[in-house]
T-cell receptor, first 114, second 115 residues
Framework: AQTVTQSQPEMSVQEAETVTLSCTYD???????LFWYKQPPSRQMILVIR??????QNATENRFSVNFQKAAKSFSLKISDSQLGDAAMYFC???????????FGKGTKLTVNP | KAGVTQTPRYLIKTRGQQVTLSCSPI?????VSWYQQTPGQGLQFLFE???????NKGNFPGRFSGRQFSNSRSEMNVSTLELGDSALYLC??????????????FGNGTRLTVT
């Protein structure tokens, strides 16, 4: 079965600093996709970044980048130049080809201190 | 383009009652998924619909059901409500079935409280 583990329930970072959120996953499939979603207090889940498992190059989206270590089944999110608006719950998720569903981790609450 | 719209935003029901939640996907999106979010269990997959057909279902009792209409709008129904059904219910849509080539876009959710 697919599992996604986020070992850090809470993290904090100073504004303008860099923070890394950890995520490990387990899947038996070779065809899968990984995502980081952000959920601010407004409750809407917002896609931050996605990574196709077959791509070796780490995905980047502006200040957000991932460190995808396929052999270790690790998928961490790095936020550079943190902003107050980055404060939210961050969820790591895995989509396995054939299952047609996202499996989410428990989330990491990120606080950004001014 | 309008996002995923869920109605109502908040709902308070009594144990034993039933409830219907609505979700309008992004225009052109044909796949609609439902997730339950609770502090204890996190986000759990309920079911996914594509072209009016349920293609996948999570591990929830039969009290949880859903449907999708020809315009891709979806409803989920929970009958005989229990206190443990109190949760945020999130709907997500994607262009085609599955989230691999077309990531899920989520709505703001419906907060259901069962008393």
């Amino acid at each position: 079965a697919q599992t996604v583990t986020q070992s850090q329930p809470e993290m904090s970072v100073q504004e303008a600093e860099t923070v890394t959120l950890s995520c490990t996953y387990d899947t038996s499939e070779s065809d899968y996709y990984l995502f980081w979603y952000k959920q601010p207090p407004s409750r809407q889940m917002i896609l931050v970044i996605r990574q196709e498992a077959y791509k070796q190059q780490n995905a980047t989206e502006n200040r957000f980048s991932v460190n995808f270590q396929k052999a270790a089944k690790s998928f961490s999110l790095k936020i550079s130049d943190s902003q107050l608006g980055d404060a939210a719950m961050y969820f790591c998720a895995c989509f396995q080809g054939g299952s047609e569903k996202l499996v989410f981790g428990k989330g990491t609450k990120l606080t950004v201190n001014p | 383009k309008a996002g995923v719209t869920q109605t109502p935003r908040y709902l308070i029901k009594t144990r034993g009652q039933q409830v219907t939640l609505s979700c309008s996907p992004i225009s052109g999106h044909r796949s609609v998924s439902w997730y339950q979010q609770t502090p204890g269990q996190g986000l759990q997959f309920l079911f996914e619909y594509f072209s009016e057909t349920q293609r996948n279902k999570g591990n929830f009792p039969g009290r949880f059901s859903g449907r999708q209409f020809s315009n891709s709008r979806s409803e989920m129904n929970v009958s005989t409500l229990e206190l443990g059904d109190s949760a945020l219910y999130l709907c997500a849509s994607s262009l085609v079935q599955g989230g691999d080539n077309s990531p899920l876009h989520f709505g703001n959710g419906t907060r259901l409280t069962v008393t």
